[in-house]
């Protein structure tokens, strides 16, 4: 009775050293039989040569919907090379995507969308997010404080939320703006506070972000605006 071990590759061509698949087993009999196009009968193949599937290795790429894994059906045989050269004309990649997925090996990469985060595997996890946050500080705000440059990309940005406090006195008005709209008019306190309610929120590329102190009320040492972002697709 011939043996049929199916195996499935998930090919991950978005990190580096990611594209050669190890094998696991000292001697991997390759005796899933790929069938032609024409669906021929299934056939014997021997062992890797090596440690590592190469160009030269076939394997069998069928339809998931073909169960029977009989003579015919939709499967087919393809080189290694074949399909790396196939994968990589590709416009649209796929990843896992699912809430508290595990990532536990090197290469492995998927979306957590607890917080839609894409994550991968290098040694160990690795996080990206797509926020971004910035903070300042002034010292001794005065409502004289006008127009201060504060923050610039090279790429669009959306603002999404706003955070700050004051250090002493009581409070100090903080005004965030493109130089001619304003975001915001923030109350900051001695207790953090916080708004996602904002206008004229979005900035260009190179568009400038300035701060303007509005009434500061006792004597504030410090006031600390933070705000998180998003980047603009180009």
Same mark, same amino acid.
């Given at each position: 009775?011939?043996?049929?071990?199916?195996?499935?590759?998930?090919?991950?061509?978005?990190?580096?050293?990611?594209?050669?698949?190890?094998?696991?087993?000292?001697?991997?009999?390759?005796?899933?039989?790929?069938?032609?196009?024409?669906?021929?009968?299934?056939?014997?193949?021997?062992?890797?040569?090596?440690?590592?599937?190469?160009?030269?290795?076939?394997?069998?790429?069928?339809?998931? /919907?073909?169960?029977?894994?009989?003579?015919? +059906? =939709?499967?087919?045989?393809? *080189?290694?090379?074949? @399909?790396? #050269?196939?994968?990589?004309?590709?416009?649209?990649?796929?990843?896992?995507?699912?809430?508290?997925?595990?990532l536990d090996e090197d290469c492995e990469?998927?979306?957590?969308?607890?917080?839609?985060?894409?994550?991968?595997?290098?040694?160990?996890?690795?996080?990206?997010?797509?926020?971004?946050?910035?903070?300042?500080?002034?010292?001794?705000?005065?409502?004289?404080?006008?127009?201060?440059?504060?923050?610039?990309?090279?790429?669009?940005?959306?603002?999404?939320?706003?955070?700050?406090?004051?250090?002493?006195?009581? /409070?100090?008005?903080?005004?965030?703006?493109? +130089? =001619?709209?304003?975001?915001? *008019?923030?109350?900051? @306190?001695? #207790?953090?506070?916080?708004?996602?309610?904002?206008?004229?929120?979005?900035?260009?590329?190179?568009?400038?972000?300035?701060?303007?102190?509005?009434?500061?009320?006792?004597?504030?040492?410090?006031?600390?605006?933070?705000?998180?972002?998003?980047?603009?697709?180009?």
């Amino acid at each position: 009775m011939k043996k049929i071990i199916l195996l499935l590759f998930i090919l991950i061509f978005l990190f580096s050293g990611c594209v050669t698949l190890k094998k696991d087993f000292d001697q991997l009999d390759k005796d899933i039989e790929a069938a032609t196009e024409s669906g021929t009968k299934w056939s014997s193949y021997g062992p890797l040569t090596s440690g590592n599937i190469g160009d030269s290795d076939d394997f069998l790429v069928r339809d998931i /919907s073909d169960q029977t894994l009989g003579s015919t +059906g =939709t499967q087919k045989r393809y *080189s290694f090379s074949a @399909l790396k #050269t196939d994968l990589q004309s590709i416009s649209e990649f796929g990843f896992p995507y699912d809430a508290n997925i595990t990532l536990d090996e090197d290469c492995e990469a998927g979306v957590d969308t607890t917080d839609n985060q894409l994550l991968y595997y290098s040694g160990a996890l690795r996080v990206l997010t797509y926020k971004y946050r910035q903070c300042f500080t002034l010292e001794s705000p005065s409502d004289s404080d006008d127009n201060i440059p504060i923050f610039s990309l090279d790429d669009g940005f959306t603002v999404t939320r706003l955070d700050c406090r004051v250090m002493g006195g009581t /409070s100090a008005v903080v005004v965030l703006n493109d +130089g =001619t709209n304003n975001l915001d *008019s923030m109350t900051c @306190l001695t #207790t953090e506070t916080s708004d996602t309610s904002l206008s004229n929120n979005t900035f260009t590329a190179l568009e400038g972000m300035e701060c303007d102190i509005g009434t500061v009320t006792g004597s504030v040492d410090w006031v600390r605006m933070c705000f998180t972002y998003t980047i603009t697709r180009e």
